[in-house]
């Protein structure tokens, strides 16, 4: 190459045709811009017109819709909701892995186009109770959403469904029907039910305020639900109606229920709930591994014989109770006597608790303890005339120092049925083991067991899944060593018993609190399961 | 040279002494081993409320006072071979829960193996140490703290005797004793009349154990003390003889071989303390007569051992499958640990053939490291007695024991255990299955057994233990209906049936009996499983209310034909038999041909699964059949079913009396009918058991399994006199009609009657019909029979003739 200086002039020619050039882009310029500018305006006003928000939600639902549930903003709660230790307690019979996996499955779409297809809460409803299978589901779209809908129709992944000039999509992978109205995302498995909600005439729609007031969250819930009942559904005898809050977090979940009893179910059980009213609630004896406090406002007596009229069951009638309860003119009083006598007068406050299984007895044991309030009049009389009665023919020993009843049986102690009168009531246990241990040596250990619970409500349970899932093992393994249980084998029960403990250990506690109002039927109920943290990890499907 | 033979002198005498001296050493016998011994004891009292063990009343109730403390005893041995520690407790049974833990704790001084731990079978002591549910019933509730001090002061004083032990002798002796001990079940069953000492003593010849052995139950507290702890009369022998002995002497007492006996009452006292206190006493003042009778010297001591495999039961699944069986050799002594309550009988056996083998005596200790229950000679296998109903193991289990202790006695030779026997194929003869078995009851039994082991297993399964898993037979009365629905019952339920059948077996043979041991071996069954099966047609036929069980579902009630033809009638055979087995179930037919070491050779045609005989003929021409009929009444279930007592007339009966005596003497059968026909006199008679027994002869020259009578019954209708005939009645009348078609009856003629199919008849008024399984021509002349079966198309085969002549084998 020649390192000769070269020298360039431009040509007229050459500067003459940038000028041109210049001239031309910018000629050409302004026409560009002026159709980009153009464009975009059209495209805006697609835009705006075509996600134009000229529909309500309520256009869609039915004003005697069975049952709704509110979902409130799935999208973010998603992903809490996926990975919360409840799902691992559940038992998988209950279908729980199919919701975590819907939970946590890929969509494959990007969070934002998610996020602009659904915003905010979800409404579902429908009227088969059964089955649900006429569910329509009703979610709001932002309008880029809207949009992206649209633009989605072309893909080829969507079939047309005309259905008269309603416009329907089909989904033929998750089979699911759905329409678009406004910016409202009208979707059902159910091709007929998708199409009854988008022709409800409008006085067959639900009133706004009404839709409105139903979408108004009441609490942190992420689900909330009302279900309607007809007599002939499957729980409308009992019930007209159950509405729901749920809340599921990453180690627990809580349910609160409101029902109303039908009127029908209220008169048949009038002896029973009748004047039902919730009540301060006592805690069950602790240490429990599964326990129940219940007021009804009335004594065991008195529910026995309530039972006998609402199901006119034979021995429930006050007449046998009156039978069993007198000792015979020849003084054999027997157990039937030391039943009534003893049981009789508890209530309204009761306390059942299951302390533990006795595997060790001569046939495992349950350990269970009644604490009881009653009457301390009819109580003294009951020991008295069980003192009274000849210790050789009464099946029972009474410990009048102690004032402790116990009824010796087969086995050891684990199966000797005690009762002694403690506070205000009767503390029976069918442990004399654990009896002693509550009442102490002179009772005042029970007063543990009479804490307030602190809640007004009808009935409390509450129960610690693990060391009752252990005791039961316990037990359970000694009947299968012996070739004792039905479809197990010793191989076959260790199995199934790592099974159910694995499931167990997850769970720390599971509660009920119930409360009625026996005047009006309203029965208010909240239930919370407490997973322990870590117990198992949910994996995506 | 001179020199040389010289030097060979003095080297060869030093060597010549060399020679002498290890000649003499070889020849001298050498002195006995050092003998080392020690002893300890501890009590092992039980805290007052732990359950005591032995008696289902007690309902698992704990303790309510100490009369006096229960023990554990030890001895320890050794010598330069063998270390053992010898253990005796105050105990009902030594379990497995409280075997193990105490091999756990034991002193390593010795090998677990070499420890040998028995229970006095004192019903006064704790229980408390069982976690088997079952076993809980009996025990009480399970203690884990009382397992804990009781196996830790197993070991203790296992260590105790360790420290003390110091050069010992041993020796032993034997004294009869007549009313120590009694059979608890028969006023003058056997009874172990022999007193067996063992003592051994320190150098300076001072006790350092004293022990007993006689057999007998230490179940003599009773009444108020029921909830006593004591250690019974063996507690008060300890004492007794304690205190006639020099100090530090520890007595020890070896129960015997006690299953059916229990101690006597020489000084005629009564129930209660004073009782065991007799007992007690008198026996230590005998033991310590015996004990200073006895020589003791170092001799040789060595223990066998070896885990056996038990028979087949149907408590397996609370009872061991595999089990310890001991032997310790002391000199010329033979001591046999058996684990479990042997009856007397066994016991005795053993040392019979202890003896045989060489020992100068035997004694039997029961109770020894673990509890089968009871075991019981084959003669009380059958027998309503509480001993045979605790024998889980089959009649057979006495001779287990016999075979596996000839196994571990170290004198003498052992009896040759035979080779199982082979396995009969079978034949297929023009369709029918043939199949012969030879040789002893027990081989022949085997044979079968094998060769028809998974029919026999299936019929088991399907007939008995699926029934019971259904529900369908398990009672609904008592405790049963109790429990769970999770609880499975089964187990208990084919427990209760085994049992209950073994009463069946009542007044059998030792043949049928070792036959039936062979068949449940070969099956690879349980013993009663196996009779189960056997008398499961005899509980069909009983129905419900004797047995509980809805039994008449299982085979329906067989109904059949059976007739004989004889003298001028049968013309020249001079005596023919037809006969048709008519079974609901669809089994498949067999001819198997029995060929005994002792007795006749026969041939019955049945089924795979029974072994009595529904139809058959001996080598001497007598024939046998059998016919359900229900007139006559159920069954009863107080002998055999009448099947098998069929196979003994048939293995032992030559002439046709002999055979209608043997049936005649079956008192126990009830609701069949017999044919039984003899070449001999060329006769046939049918014995009735309609709570009698009486025997009908033929009518001009035949005879019928039952005789149509035709009864007079108004017609409604036409208020006419009409005669009316059972359905059996119906199908044996149109049997005489075709018979009577003809004056001479030959095979062809039988053979016609058997295969009639009446038109206008379709059920059990049919000659043959759809349940026809078998049809039988016999000749007992010419011992021939012609057999024809239905095969799976529901046709009969054609005839296939079988001989039992020699000619025709």
Known sequence: MSDAPRTYSGSLKAGGRRRKVGRSVRAYGGCLTFLVVAFLFVGSIYFFWSTRDNHDANEFVAADQKYAFIVADVLSNRSVIAQSQVWNALPPEWGVEGIQNVLLQESGLPDWVLNNLITGDIYISGNDIDSFSDSVLVARMSRVGDLLEQMHRFSGSIEKDHAGGLGLRHLPEPDVYYAVRGRYLVASFARSALINALTIAPENRMAPDVFAKTMQQSGAEHVRGLMAFHSDDAWGEVFESISFALRIDANEAHLKCHATLRDMWRERFQKLVGGVQPQPLVMPPPGAMAALSANFGQSLESVWTGLGEAFGWTYFTPEQWATWKRIPDDGQAGLPQLATRVLGPLGPDIRVCLQGIDVNEMVPAPEIVVVAEAEPQAVDLTFAELAAAPPTIAPWRLDETQRRLHLPMFGGPSIEPTAAPFEDGILFSTSRTVADALLGEDGSAASAATRPLGQVGNLFVEVHPLPLVEGMVEAGRLFAEIDGLKKYTPETFEEAATNWLDRAQRVESLTALAALQGDTGEINAELSLRCRAGAGRPEAQ | ?809
């Open chain 2, 1 to 809: 040279m001179a020199l040389r033979r010289g030097a060979n002198r003095r080297t060869s005498i030093p060597l010549w002494w060399a020679s002498l001296l290890i000649a003499v050493l070889l020849w001298t016998p050498l002195p006995a081993q050092a003998l080392e011994a020690g002893a300890a004891k501890l009590p092992i009292t039980p805290p007052l409320g732990t359950p005591l063990n032995g008696y289902y009343a007690r309902l698992g109730q704990g303790a309510e006072q100490v009369h006096d403390p229960v023990w554990v005893r030890c001895l320890y041995l050794a010598d330069d071979d063998t270390k053992l520690f010898l253990v005796n407790a105050d105990l009902c049974i030594i379990n497995r829960e409280l075997r193990e833990r105490v091999l756990e704790l034991a002193p390593r001084e010795v090998p677990r193996e070499n420890i040998i731990l028995t229970a006095t079978h004192n019903h006064s002591a704790q229980g408390a140490m069982c976690r088997n549910l079952l076993w809980r019933s009996i025990t009480g509730r399970y203690m884990p703290e009382v397992l804990e001090q009781t196996a830790g002061a197993f070991a203790q004083v296992m260590h105790e005797a360790l420290q003390n032990s110091t050069r010992a002798a041993i020796g032993y002796g034997t004294a009869t004793q007549d009313n120590l001990t009694t059979n608890r079940r028969f006023p003058n069953g056997p009874r172990d009349s022999q007193i067996g000492v063992l003592r051994v003593e320190d150098s300076d010849g001072n006790a350092i154990v004293i022990a007993a052995n006689i057999a007998a139950h230490p179940t003599t507290v009773d009444g108020d003390d029921f909830m006593s702890i004591s250690a019974d009369y063996p507690g008060y022998y300890y004492t007794a003889l304690e205190a006639l002995s020099n100090p530090g002497c520890v007595a020890m007492f070896f129960n015997g071989a006690e299953g059916d006996q229990r101690p006597g009452n020489p000084e005629r006292k009564a129930d209660g303390w004073d009782l065991t206190e007799s007992i007690g006493r008198l026996l230590a003042t005998r033991v310590k007569q015996l004990a200073n009778t006895i020589t003791c010297t170092e001799q040789p001591i060595s223990l066998a051992r070896k885990n056996a495999v038990l028979p087949l039961t149907m408590a397996d699944s609370f009872l061991p499958t595999t089990t310890i069986l001991q032997t310790l050799e002391i000199g010329d002594l033979l001591m046999t640990f058996i684990p479990g309550e042997p009856c007397v009988d066994i016991g005795l056996e053993l040392r019979r053939r202890a003896l045989a083998r060489g020992y100068a005596s035997q004694f039997t200790v029961g109770l020894a490291n673990d509890h089968a229950m009871y075991f019981v000679p084959r003669e009380l296998y059958g027998q309503r007695i509480y001993e045979s109903g605790m024998n889980f193991y089959g009649p057979g289990i006495e001779d287990w024991f016999y075979r596996e202790f000839d196994e571990l006695m170290t004198r003498g030779e052992p009896a040759a255990v035979p080779a199982p026997p082979g396995e009969p194929a079978l034949e297929e003869r023009k369709s029918v299955l043939y199949m012969r078995i030879a040789g002893s009851p027990y081989e022949m039994g085997f044979q079968q057994g094998a060769a028809l082991g998974e029919t026999l297993r299936a019929n088991y399964a399907r007939e008995v233990v699926a029934r019971c898993e259904s529900g369908e037979w398990v009672p609904d009365s008592g405790l049963w209906p109790l429990g769970a629905g999770f609880i499975n019952k089964t187990p208990l339920a084919l427990l209760r049936l085994g049992i209950g059948a073994r009463p069946l077996l009542a007044g059998l043979s030792t043949e049928t009996l070792s036959m039936l041991e062979g068949m449940a071996d070969g099956a690879q069954l349980p013993f009663d499983a196996l009779w189960l099966v056997q008398c499961l047609p005899t509980y069909a036929a009983t129905a419900t209310e004797e047995t509980g069980y809805p039994l008449e579902q299982m085979y329906l009630t067989p109904f059949c034909t059976m007739f004989a033809a004889v003298g001028d009638r049968a013309g020249a055979e001079e005596l023919l038999v037809g006969r048709n087995l008519d079974w609901p179930a669809a089994e498949a037919p067999l001819v198997v041909e029995v060929r005994p070491d002792t007795g006749h050779r026969y041939l019955q045609i049945g089924f795979f699964w029974n072994l009595g005989v529904f139809t058959g003929m001996n080598d001497a021409g007598v024939v046998a059949c059998v016919e359900r009929v229900e007139a006559f009444g159920q069954p009863t279930l107080d002998g055999p079913p009448v099947e098998v007592v069929l196979s003994e007339v048939l293995r032992e009966a030559d002439t046709l009396n002999e055979a209608i005596a043997l049936m005649e003497s079956a008192k126990h059968v009830r609701g069949y009918s017999v044919l039984l026909a003899g070449a001999d006199a060329a006769g046939a008679a049918i014995i009735e058991y309609n709570g009698k027994v009486q025997v009908r002869r033929p009518t001009n020259g035949i005879i019928l399994g039952v005789t149509p009578e035709a009864r007079k019954e108004q017609d409604e209708e036409t208020d006419a006199a009409l005669p009316v005939l059972t359905v059996d009645e119906l199908r044996y009348q149109r049997v005489l009609d075709l018979l009577n078609e003809e004056r001479i009856i030959g095979p062809e003629e039988i053979e016609a009657v058997l295969m009639d199919r009446q038109a206008g008849r379709t059920g059990k008024d049919q000659i043959r019909n759809a349940w026809t399984r078998h049809s039988v021509v016999f000749e007992p002349r010419e011992l021939r029979l012609r057999v024809a079966v239905q095969g799976e198309d529901g046709e009969m085969s054609e005839f296939e003739t079988f001989s039992l002549s020699e000619a025709g084998k």
